[in-house]
């Protein structure tokens, strides 16, 4: 039950001011994170308004996923050339640009550089955010730490919906952006005033090949499973197949490259710690839950029981504050008990509400889907960041950039894959529904036939839960030598 950190003694510690660092790195986690989700409930409302077809609305969420997933696996190799500072001024001033040109955007196009410019300061802040908590926290206190993050990241998908619901129905899209834009400044003029220098610069050779090829890797495999859930063809089109191809390739080429540097880009000797892939593996699965359920059941809620942006963005808010208020409790939790009894357990939890969800009909009750949300929600705080922290604890602190790049990198692209699988399964079982119908056209058809793709859908995420519990059982908790790392900041 039981495995060796790789932590070692840690480097001299400054007395950091722990406090203020987090205030600015939770400030401006939460609005990249409710900025992302937001925009997500007024797709249709601006298919309308930009005069824009489903499939070219849909590159709002592609082209962000496909910046995050071409920036984030080289702010690795950022975190190690440039200050915790510097990094983090550069992440706000991206989103603060990227906000106000959303909030004045009169176009799609300008839309579309809005959200490229907002994702590179989300990739750029994600892995920086991982990597200080884990050089400012004893190690025996970043369960509690990582639980405060979790709570920010979840806590912002589940108010963004309805908020951006409350703002479209009484004023327009635009103001979301405009309501993020003070808190984005506020959290720059924090960090200029109270942000330190937490990790060491050691400026590694630059290899403008790993970079290409990590770019067409990382990049060709989020594009090709984002574009596989778009349009008709989906995942028999030329595009995707060629896309996921060259993307699998060139990141065959990476890892070689990378395993044969003296100076990786990207060091893969973190899969050398069991429990780092053990816990690379559950956040991975983790996130293919989230991402492709958060997707389904708006889509059920609106399309199969008919309700507004809004009200379907009510629906999910309580599972999405309690999922918030239970990270950080979590990770009290696996501070103290450890993560095995806390993901497998969740994961329990998460394949049961699933496998609920796949039973539901036209005639379910919105209580019923409330409570099977919370509990959904629940089980994934459960499991999320116990799993993720206790895999970042066998990290030596040299490996800590690698580590938190590779986690965030992985995140994108299980982000992509979920969705993408979940909406082709989606709009299969809807067009089958659909084929063996009488009348077709009949709106109460149509709601049965949504019905019946995300019954589908949710079976999916039925199957990749029991993955995720069947590696759980790998799971152990890795102790760490207290006096080592502690330093002298206690």
């Not at 203020?20 to 992302?36: D, K, T, V, W, Y």
Request: net charge positive.
């Amino acid at each position: 039950m039981e495995a060796t950190s790789g932590i070692g003694t840690q480097n001299e510690r400054n007395n950091f001011k722990v406090f203020p660092i987090m205030i600015s790195l939770l400030i401006s986690g939460f609005i990249g994170m409710f900025s992302e989700t937001a925009l997500n409930i007024a797709l249709s409302e601006l298919m309308t308004v930009l005069e824009i077809t489903p499939a070219t609305a849909q590159w709002l969420t592609t082209g962000y996923l496909l910046t995050l997933g071409i920036l984030v696996p080289v702010s690795g190799l950022l975190l190690q050339w440039f200050t915790t500072r510097q990094l983090f001024v550069a992440s706000l001033i991206f989103s603060i640009v990227g906000t106000l040109v959303a909030a004045l955007a009169p176009t799609f196009e300008v839309l579309l550089t809005a959200r490229v410019l907002q994702a590179a300061g989300t990739g750029l802040l994600l892995p920086l955010m991982f990597n200080t908590i884990l050089i400012i926290f004893p190690a025996e206190k970043r369960g509690a730490a990582m639980g405060i993050i979790g709570l920010v990241i979840m806590f912002a998908p589940a108010v963004g919906p309805t908020f951006a619901g409350l703002m479209i129905e009484h004023l327009s899209w635009h103001w979301i952006f405009w309501v993020s834009l003070p808190f984005l400044v506020l959290a720059l003029l924090c960090g200029i005033l109270y942000m330190q220098n937490v990790s060491t610069i050691t400026k590694p050779r630059i290899d403008l090949l790993s970079i290409l090829l990590s770019t067409v890797g990382f990049g060709g495999i989020v594009f090709g499973f984002s574009k596989a859930g778009e349009g008709t063809e989906g995942w028999g089109s030329t595009l995707v197949i060629v896309s996921l191809a060259v993307g699998v390739a060139s990141l065959i080429l990476f890892s070689w490259r990378q395993l044969t540097m003296k100076q990786p880009m990207m060091n893969l000797r973190v899969f050398k710690y069991p429990m780092f892939v053990v816990g690379l593996l559950m956040v991975f699965i983790c996130m293919m839950i989230i991402l492709s359920s958060m997707l389904v059941l708006p889509l059920y809620l609106q399309k199969g029981l008919a309700l507004s942006a809004f009200s379907a963005g009510l629906v999910m808010l309580p599972g999405g504050i309690l999922n918030g208020i239970m990270s950080p409790l979590m990770g009290a939790l696996f501070d103290k008990y450890g993560p095995r009894w806390l993901v497998i357990p969740g994961l329990a939890l998460v394949g049961v509400v699933l496998w609920f969800l796949t039973g539901v009909t036209t005639a379910s009750t919105l209580s019923l889907i409330i409570v099977l949300h919370s509990c959904l929600m629940i089980g994934i705080s459960m499991i999320m960041m116990p799993a993720q922290t206790n895999g970042l604890n066998q990290l030596p602190q040299s490996l800590y950039p690698d580590g938190t790049a590779i986690m965030n990198t992985l995140q994108q692209v299980a982000g992509a894959i979920g969705t993408a699988v979940a909406v082709s399964i989606l709009t299969r079982g809807t067009d089958a529904y659909l084929k063996a119908s009488a009348d077709p056209a009949n709106p109460g058809e149509l709601a049965k036939a949504m019905t019946a793709g995300s019954q589908d859908a949710f079976m999916f995420g039925v199957i990749v839960t029991a993955a995720g519990l069947l590696v759980a059982f790998f799971l152990k908790r890795v102790r760490v030598d207290k006096d080592a790392a502690r330093g002298p900041m206690h």
